[in-house]
């Protein structure tokens, strides 16, 4: 166990459809990172938050959304999905300051759209 | 904006032999951390080894240590005594050194290393 933790592990929705990712960071952590994982992408970088506010915004659609909470859980919002959107979405946690210590990875998010 | 290049796309290494991983980045940035990070056949993101660019020595986690030539741009892993358990993928990242938080990661394509027993 990572200490992060992303919900639900699998996800199977139809076209259309709108789901909502959640990830909880490892405790003490304030940096959240969204990050997309597909065959043909690679690991794209989605958004930052920390600690509640948008740092930092990569390769989103503006059909995709997020948001940091007081608590710090983070959760991703998918809508108007379509099949293109299948793919593994990982979450990830750091501390403040860390001066490039890597950050923690939850076990991901296996979404299929059909 | 960074690049990191993985130009192999797999690698095979007999178990207990010594394999290295090639990448290379392109940054206009003079302080940055590298890093190596191993997804297995779990998808789990593990990170493996971190590179700080202002530090000259090579980083070294047991039987995994990098090739840093920043002159060079190139950031190689190599790992020793292969084990049927690195059979995984892996990732080259680039991160830029920023105040107050940690920054994006940018990742290579990724290499599929296999331990062949």
Known sequence: DSGVTQTPKHLITA??????????PRSGDLSVYWYQQSLDQGLQFLIQYYNGEERAKGN?????????????????????????????????????????????????????VV | AQTVTQSQPEMSVQEAETVTLSCTYDTSESNYYLFWYKQPPSRQMIL?????????????????????QKAAKSFSLKISDSQLGDTAMYFCAFMKHETGANSKLTFGKGITLSVRP
Not at chain 1, 15 to 24: A, H, I, K
Not at chain 1, 68 to 87: I, R, T, Y
Not at chain 2, 48 to 68: C, G, H, L, M, P
């Open chain 1, 15 to 24: 076209t259309g459809q709108r789901v909502t990712l959640r990830c909880s």
């Open chain 2, 48 to 68: 493996v080894i971190r590179q700080e660019a202002y530090k000259q020595q090579n980083a070294t986690e047991n039987r995994f240590s990098v090739n840093f």
């Open chain 1, 60 to 112: 989103i659609l503006e059909r995709f959304s997020a948001q940091q909470f007081p608590d710090l859980h983070s959760e991703l919002n998918l809508s108007s999905l379509e099949l293109g959107d299948s793919a593994l979405y990982f979450c990830a946690s750091s501390v403040a300051r860390d001066r490039g210590g890597g950050y923690t990875f939850g076990s991901g998010t296996r979404l299929t």
